[in-house]
Antibody
Framework: EVQLVESGGGLVKPGGSLRLSCTGS????????MHWVRQAPGKGLEWVSS????????YYTDSVKGRFTISRDNAQNSLYLQMNNLRAEDTAVYYC??????????????WGQGTLVTVSS | AIQLTQSPSSLSASIGDRVTIACRTS??????LAWYQHKPGRPPKFLIF???SLESGVPSRFSGSGSGTDFTLTINSLQAEDFATYYC?????????FGQGTKLEI
């Protein structure tokens, strides 16, 4: 059974930093694109960032560009999200998710349980 | 960025009903559309990809259709476990945007 386990969430003050981690197991981590998706309290899902298998390509939603950095360590089956200059609007549950190529496109097929990030003074 | 608009935002239904949720995209996305089911406190569940292909293990009462910019998720014969929030998401181009969600309530 594919497992994705996030960690690193918590309470941080505006302007602060946090690093989220995600460890994958029971699948070939290095063969999959990986994503971060978030859900703010009472809001819908928002795609945040993606990284290719070899870390050659990263993508970000506009609201986090220049503040968040996605990275991965395939040897450790791990995905990371470095979040700097955090704002109140970054408060959300952050999900680590796996991207699987099905025919032409890379769909998100598995998600972790999520880790809560709260940005508040 | 491609915008996805779901309708309705919420929907009341009963066990055994047939419901339809719409997802409209701001530009064509070929068939790069997926649907997810999300229940509180749990991770989203992957239901449908390529507009109409059912993910393994998903009950056949779920189906997807559409083309161009208009897509639909249909649930036939609603079961108790189907009451949740449903999201469409496009995988045609980054950013991989979601619809705002449709909450299906009893």
């Amino acid at each position: 059974e594919v497992q994705l386990v996030e960690s690193g969430g918590g309470l941080v003050k505006p302007g602060g930093s946090l690093r989220l981690s995600c460890t994958g197991s029971d699948f070939s981590f290095s063969s999959y694109t990986m994503h971060w998706v978030r859900q703010a309290p009472g809001k819908g899902l928002e795609w945040v960032s993606s990284i290719s298998t070899s870390s050659s390509t990263m993508y970000y939603t506009d609201s986090v560009k220049g503040r968040f950095t996605i990275s991965r360590d395939n040897a450790q089956n791990s995905l990371y999200l470095q979040m700097n200059n955090l704002r109140a609007e970054d408060t959300a549950v952050y999900y680590c998710a796996r991207g699987k190529k099905i025919r032409l496109y890379y769909y998100i097929d598995y998600w972790g349980q999520g880790t809560l990030v709260t940005v508040s003074s | 960025a491609i915008q996805l608009t779901q309708s309705p935002s919420s929907l009341s239904a009963s066990i055994g009903d047939r419901v339809t949720i719409a997802c409209r995209t701001s530009q064509g996305i070929s068939n790069a559309l997926a649907w997810y089911q999300h229940k509180p406190g749990r991770p989203p569940k992957f239901l449908i990809f390529d507009v109409s292909s059912l993910e393994s293990g998903v009950p056949s009462r779920f189906s997807g259709s559409g083309s161009g910019t208009d897509f639909t998720l249909t649930i036939n014969s609603l079961q108790a476990e189907d009451f949740a929030t449903y999201y469409c998401q496009q995988f045609y181009v980054y950013p991989y945007s979601f619809g705002q969600g449709t909450k299906l309530e009893i």
